[in-house]
C-alpha cells in the first residue's frame, strides 16, 4: 500500500484541498501514521489516530515522532470501538478518515467501523471516503474457480479439501488468469459509513453463452472527488474480489439473472 504512488498522490491531493484550519480529525486505522502526517502537515489543528496492531502502532510512533508534526498526532494502540467506549476519541470531530477497504469493500471490518463513525459523528462532520461504490461482472474462468476447489490429483480424489474453500471471496489479478467476462459491469452497491444503503438484487443480462464461474468485482473510493479504484488493470495494490458460488452456473446469451451480493461479500447468482 505505501508503494502505491497513485494512491497515495489521490489522497494527498484531496487532503491538500481541505481547509483543514482549526480542524480536529479522527482516523480509524493508522497504518504507518501517513495519513495522519498529511493531515498535519496540511493545517489540521490534530489528529487523533487508532491502530489496533500493536507492532505497526509502534511503528508508526516512532515514524512520527520524528517529524514536526508529532505534537499534533495522538495515536491510540486501540481498535476503534474500544477506544471509543474509553472515551480516547473525541465526538463530533470535524473530519473523519478511515481506508479500513479490502477488495471486495467490507474484509476489513465495514460494518463495525460504521457503526463507531456513526457513533461519533456528527451533523457537520465530513467522512471520508464519503462513498465507496462496488461495481461486478460475471465471469467465466476455471483457473480463478480452481483457486478455491479441488478435485484429484494423481489419481486420488481430494475433493474433500472443498469443505475449507472460502465462501464469499478473495483477492485476484484478473489478468493474470485466462477469463472471460459473460455480463457488463453492474453497479451493485453504494457504501457509506452513514445511513448505508441495503443490499439490492440486481437483475443482469448473460453477454454470451458459457458458464458462470463467479463473480468479480472491485470498488471506487471517493475521497472528495479524487478517486481511489482497483478495477481491473489499473496496478493497485488492492487486487479485484472474485466471490465464488456454490456451484458453476451455465447461462445462454440473453438470459437475465439476478445478483446479489450481501454485507458479508457473499454473492447469490439465481437465473
Known amino acids: 500500500m505505501v508503494n502505491d504512488v497513485p494512491r497515495n498522490q489521490v489522497i494527498e491531493k484531496s487532503i491538500a484541498a481541505m481547509d483543514l484550519a482549526g480542524k480536529t480529525v479522527v482516523e480509524i486505522g493508522a497504518g504507518t501514521g501517513l495519513i495522519a502526517l498529511l493531515f498535519a502537515k496540511y493545517g489540521a489543528e490534530h489528529v487523533y489516530t487508532c491502530e489496533m496492531n500493536g507492532n505497526l502502532a509502534a511503528v508508526a510512533q516512532r515514524i512520527i515522532s520524528a517529524t514536526p508534526y508529532a505534537n499534533r498526532i495522538t495515536l491510540i494502540n486501540e481498535n476503534s470501538t474500544v477506544a471509543i467506549d474509553r472515551g480516547h476519541l473525541p465526538y463530533r470531530p470535524d473530519v473523519i478518515f478511515t481506508e479500513t477497504l479490502d477488495c471486495g469493500v467490507v474484509g476489513e471490518g465495514f460494518v463495525p467501523i460504521a457503526d463507531d463513525i456513526e457513533a461519533i459523528a456528527g451533523p457537520e462532520t ?30 486420488f ?7 475449507y474453500s472460502t465462501g464469499n471471496y478473495f483477492p485476484v489479478h484478473t489478468e493474470l488468469h485466462r477469463h472471460r467476462f459473460l455480463s457488463e459491469t453492474a453497479i451493485v452497491r453504494d457504501y457509506t459509513y452513514v445511513d448505508c444503503p441495503k443490499p439490492l438484487v440486481h437483475r443482469l443480462k448473460a453477454t454470451a453463452t458459457g458458464t458462470i464461474s463467479g463473480v468479480l468485482s472491485w470498488f471506487s473510493a471517493d475521497f472528495g472527488g479524487a478517486i481511489v479504484s482497483n478495477e481491473p488493470g489499473s496496478g493497485s495494490h488492492w487486487h479485484q474480489a472474485f466471490h465464488t458460488l456454490p456451484e458453476d452456473i451455465q447461462v445462454e446469451a440473453g438470459v437475465e439473472v439476478s445478483l446479489l451480493i450481501d454485507d458479508g461479500g457473499f454473492a447469490w447468482v439465481a437465473r
Not at 461486478?136 to 478455491?148: G, M, V
Not at 480424489?157 to 469443505?163: F, P, R, V, Y
Open 126 to 155: 465530513l467522512i471520508l471516503p464519503r462513498n465507496v461504490r462496488q461495481f461486478a461482472r460475471l465471469i467465466e474462468s476455471e483457473s480463478l474457480a480452481n483457486l478455491n476447489r479441488a478435485s484429484s490429483a494423481c489419481g
Open 157 to 163: 480424489d481430494l475433493s474433500a479439501l472443498n469443505e
